[in-house]
């Protein structure tokens, strides 16, 4: 998918691909394959690629203090830049701008009570959207897959928050 | 370029796109093509995009304080990463490091005194390297051109130094 998308890796970065399926073991549908090409203390940037229907599950990325010798930090803000197939991607916001459960264009994998942001915005290759810090978001592939860069502030994975208290998005990750 | 590498653009990204000539009014032999993603106060990516054997000339990052609402800002580090075509990247670094001008592998197009930088860095689709800020750095296509994805911190234009004295940044962009 990488490379139809004109990704190019090198081999260590194609050994190095993680595969994230959150602790929940069923990474068909819940699950990630990242391609990390930098994260230090100023910026990050990846490439995020999901099969068919697969789902990253929500979580939002908290503000911290005195961690990895960072004193404060006001957690990552990121902007998801579509680069092949489409991509459903659904944030917390205003009661206004949510698109009710039943009418989302796509439905959560699995344990859909830790699925609760539903601003619907649909992203195809050439478009793009960043989300605040701390605040919840999931997102679902087409049923062609999905590549998305990722522009952000410096990860802190470990910071991470999820939804589902089941999620152990280190101990997931291959 | 772009559509050759699978960057795929919005229509309004099209026809932003950025063209300098850095006011010296020779673009094919000395300028840049740039697709700003994203540049706010926390990251920047951008898309670069180099003509056969056209060169980015030499500056560096530098520095600065209270400017744009930034109070006080180390300079900008930035991640060249290559996607498509060729790119010779010559940066600022001790003696040891450096390659001696009349060994470098491709030469500046004009006004050759303003390139100073002679780490020699080859860069081909899948390979990248990270430019510490106020370092001197320059870099030259390859006879096939170059798409540079380029991930950074926040980017202040108006503040890059360029060695050569003749060179306006922002007057210099289309």
Redesign the interface.
Known sequence: MLSD??????AA?RDGIEVVDYGLGNLEAVGTEIVV??N?D????KELVLFGDQTCPEHRHPPFEDHAGVESYPGK?E?F?C??GEVYLYVEADDSEETPREEWAVQPPMRDEYYTAGKEIHLE????Y?IPPDTRHWFKAGEAGAVI?E???PSYDEKDVFTDPKIDRIAGSY
């Open positions: 998308a004109g990704v190019v890796l090198t970065e090409y930098v230090d100023r910026y990050c940037a803000r902007t830049r680069r092949a290759p050439g478009e793009q960043t860069s522009f952000s502030s």
